[in-house]
């Protein structure tokens, strides 16, 4: 009620005194309190402790972050929805014991090491080079001190020399990668036999204690969500167009001050094989690639077709798209790449290209050189941007004041009634379900559903139009009767007793073939028909029967001496029964080129794994005491 009132008259003479008394009272009382929780113990960990301050920069670094990630569908709520100050706790308590371990080792991070890191950090250069302004300009808009920065490095560096550390005992052996690959890459193929459930739909019966006994089984699936209904301001800048007035000078000014944007400098439309190797490779492996990429390099040349040759041959991402990168300007690609591209004419090959990545061939397919575009040239389009953007910055103010005159506790139907404006209403909808008419997303969802009832949002811009929602009302989430719901249970029965028809005879007929009945006669004998894949992986889709995780994991476990496996399978489409019918081995050609590929990304799946184990190991043997609940430090 008093913040709604002050709201309401915050430029009165009144108002400005009881703000200037609540400020003095601030300095002196909370001032004295913050004071005091810098000296607050919030945790021991092995006797090291963590104070208010740590806890209070580590909380605020989270909450920012997400703050810069929400933008304006940010509130308070999402706090707790996040669980935002555990986390940050806990994030300093593995640190702490990070920490600890290194220093038992005899690790250490010297202010020689902390200090090159800093200069060797990509934002902090211009023209390669460190920048010391830049830097603490970086720091001050991130509300950041060098020593606070500083000291987050060196932890980082120590827990990379940790890391290090322990790496450094584990290996991956040839035949850990040659098990990998095999399981990644070898390949079978089955016969299946398909029961699908619409066969069983004539023989049903249905009736109501069966439904009413699959609706007691199956409560949660029918459980009605939480929901709320929302009433939203819509301000729409085209609104104020009308408001605009757009000169000669205007138009010149713009043109003027923003002259970069209808500067195009040259760009060249490439594609590129490359031959993959990594910096430091040995002589032997690196003359090995450098032949293999001379071989395609003479190819190119001779006039074989660049993008059939990159498909084959490259080993980048852009393998599939025949290497082809689209249109770059300088600065953009690797300096040793960039130069050789824009040395081409169009049309023209490169020779090999070393760069960190390997050996490139690379192929101009086009040129534009560079331009800026005259006034003329471009008056349409910038006077389109100065009506998108001032009618923007108005309906934005409109926002703005609306939201700055508005109390405290209001309906915001009735408070746009009294500004003139219609507000908009949404029947009850569910976290999962968007704002009718309004193209809102995840993030904005999870932050209205944590306001509570009659609670407001700020002002929120999506797709260039500005909003103001507030959750008029709220149903908690509930388990329904089964009156409520007999329509979607008598819906889901049906289905429910077609697959367990169609699982029943699956099972019959894999328990006659275990007894050693034919299988192409057994599926002549009920009029099914038996299909044959193709060979398949792991990670392909089974053709005929679709991606299936448990079912691939189940065929590739049989081989000649036991073609049918223990379980049928079931899915959207039936209910299978399969043959283990051959299995094709790895290409061992394939497998040495895909080697140290595989080996690296094996190698990184350890380390993963290791490291969460033993922090995990360290965390469930450590002192950690709780002096300060974290929420009590707010």
Known sequence: MLLGIMRKHAKSWLIKCLIGIIAVVFIFYFGYSFTAKQGLKIAF?????????EYQKAYYDLLEALQRQYKAAWNDNLIKVFDLKNKALNNLINRKLISQEAKRLGLDVTEIEAQKAIMDYPPFKVNGQFDKRLYRSILNRNRMNPEDFEADIGQDLLEKKLKQFLFSFIEVTDQEILDYYTYSNEKIKIDFVQFKPDKFKESLKLDQISLEKFFDKNKEKYRVPEKVKITYLEIDPEVFKAQVKIGDKDIKDYYDFNI?????????KASHILFKLARDAAGEEEKKVKERAEAVLEKARQGDDFSALAKEYSEGP????????GYFSAGKMDKSFEEAAFKLKINEISDLVRTPFGYH???VEDIKEAETKTMDEVRDQIID????NTSGELAHEKGLSLIDQMPYDIDLGKYAAEHELKAKHTGYISKDENIPGIE????LRQSLFSLEKNGTSELIELEGKF????VSDRKASYLPEFKEVVDKVEKDYIPYLMAEEAKKAAETYLAELHKGESWDKLAESIHLKSEETNFFSRKDSIPGIGYAPALHESAFSLDTNKRYPDKIFENEKGAFVIRWEASEGIDKEKYQKEKQQFRFSLMQAKHKRFFEKWLENLKKNAEIEIVTPVDSTR
Do not use: C, E, M
Not at 260 to 268: A, S
Not at 385 to 388: D, E, I, R, Y
Not at 440 to 443: A, F, N, P
């Open 467 to 470: 909003y103001i929602f507030q």
């Open 45 to 53: 960990v092995n006797g090291d402790l963590i104070s208010s301050q």
């Open 260 to 268: 970069d944007i209808f500067r195009h400098p040259k760009q060249v």
């Open 318 to 325: 852009t393998k599939s798209g025949g290497g082809d990168l």
């Open 440 to 443: 809102d997303d995840k993030k």
């Open 361 to 363: 061939i690379i192929w």
């Open 385 to 388: 941007n100065l009506f998108a």
